[in-house]
């Protein structure tokens, strides 16, 4: 229902995004878009281009005095420093020299470089390395803020922390939501602010070391309605969708649903969340381990994922690799890094969480505008009022 096709190279002119199947009527702020790719930007561990650059959108068709039309939305982040890059990736013919400036022959462990290079039998990883590059979240961040406008209407919305950098981690236990307020005004998006301070440790370790650092993100969605999803079919289960869309992202590599990590090691009576309630109360559930999410459909409690980022690859004490043109031993090939993105890792985790729930949201109500789908919504959850409310 609703789709989007990022396009755009890391030091191109431009990051850009096309959305498509919002609804009529909602309200888009360019400031908000801004505000998100801004949190993108931030956090603890980032290296140089974060500081030179503040990413700003554009918005080039589908928004009108403020509200969606129902065409698709195109945006455009410019890349500023592309002008110091243009012969290099310019579309056009260039001499020799253009090509040699920037050349990358040396692919780093972990990163797309080698695998790219296979794939598309080219000898430059330059090639492969300016598409491969996170850069491109930020088209997904800008998309995913047209889709919290959206979720918004209806209710949802949606954060992120980090549960852990390194060894420095949040204790076990649920991170209520009321604390997420915090997160914004700590330099890694950590509720607790002594817990940051040893995940400030463990990035400045890493960096001294010339090392990398991953970690973990927890993603949550306040406000789904239930019934979002569906079980009968393997590709319309929303946990799957939400795990693929998670995984998607660069570096991670797993995605647990609630609770999910510890499935295999907790029996049945102490992992699923119990019903209680009467037709007094209504229905409700006392603990949230399956993060909202039963049989790939939503159950009403909040979504809760967390992913696991892998620490970069780009290390500026490398380790081995090869000259690809040679095949001598060489290091890898260091180009302008981060330490540690984990806490960027958690917004473009949020972008992505929304656009999947933006996605079953019209699935599930279908509508041309807003209105409908409020209308749509509206008759749903007092069929569910009707099943699972108070009588
Ligand atoms: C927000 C963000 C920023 C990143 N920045 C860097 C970076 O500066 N250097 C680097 O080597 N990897 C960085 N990465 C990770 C690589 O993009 C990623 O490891 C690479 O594309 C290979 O993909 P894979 O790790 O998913 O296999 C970043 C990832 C994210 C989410």
Redesign the pocket.
């Known amino acids: 229902m609703l789709r989007f096709l990022t396009a755009g190279e890391s030091h191109g002119p431009a990051l850009s995004v096309v959305v498509e199947g919002l609804p009529a009527g909602v309200p888009v702020e360019r400031e908000r878009i801004d505000t998100d790719l801004r949190r993108?930007q931030g956090g603890y561990g980032?290296?140089g281009?974060m500081k030179i650059e503040t990413d700003t959108v554009e918005i080039l068709s589908g928004v009108r005095h403020g509200r969606t039309l129902g065409s698709p939305v195109g945006l455009l982040v410019r890349n500023l420093d592309h002008e110091s890059w243009r012969d290099v990736m310019s579309p056009d013919p260039q001499p020799d020299a253009a090509r040699e400036r920037r050349r990358l022959r040396h692919p780093?462990p972990?990163?797309?470089d080698l695998a790219g290079a296979l794939k598309y039998g080219t000898d430059d990883l330059r090639n492969v390395v300016e598409r491969?590059?996170?850069?491109e979240?930020t088209s997904r961040v800008a998309a995913g803020a047209l889709a919290r406008a959206l979720l918004r209407e209806v209710g949802v919305e949606v954060r992120s922390h980090v549960v852990r950098i390194g060894a420095a981690a949040l204790p076990a236990g649920v991170v209520a939501w009321e604390a997420l307020d915090a997160v914004e005004e700590s330099p890694v998006r950590c509720v607790d602010a002594r817990v940051a301070v040893a995940m400030v440790a463990e990035i400045d370790r890493a960096k001294k070391d010339g090392d990398?650092v991953g970690g973990v993100v927890e993603v949550i969605a306040r406000g789904v309605p239930a019934g979002l999803g569906s079980y009968a079919q393997w590709d319309r289960k929303l946990d799957g969708r939400i795990a693929q869309a998670l995984m998607s992202?660069?570096?991670?590599?797993a995605v647990a649903i609630g609770e999910g990590l510890a499935g295999g090691e907790t029996r049945g009576s102490a992992f699923h969340d119990e019903i209680v309630g009467d037709a007094e109360a209504g229905l409700r559930r006392p603990t949230n381990r399956a993060g909202g999410l039963e049989g790939g459909v939503t159950n009403g409690e909040e979504i809760r994922a967390r992913a696991v980022?892998?620490p970069?690859?780009?290390l500026l004490i490398p380790l081995r690799s090869v000259d690809l043109a040679t095949r001598e031993p060489q290091k890898a090939s260091v180009?302008?890094?981060?330490t540690c993105?984990v806490p960027?890792?958690g917004?473009?985790a949020e972008a992505m969480l929304a656009l999947v729930l933006a996605d079953a949201l019209l699935e599930k109500t279908g509508g041309d505008s807003l209105d409908e789908v409020l209308s749509h919504l509206e008759a749903t959850r007092a069929g569910q009022r009707r099943l699972a409310g108070p009588r």
């Open positions: 993108r980032r290296g281009r780093r972990g990163h797309a491969a590059s996170a850069r979240t990398s992202i660069h570096a991670v590599k980022v892998k970069i690859p780009t180009e302008r890094s981060d993105v960027a890792a917004v473009v």
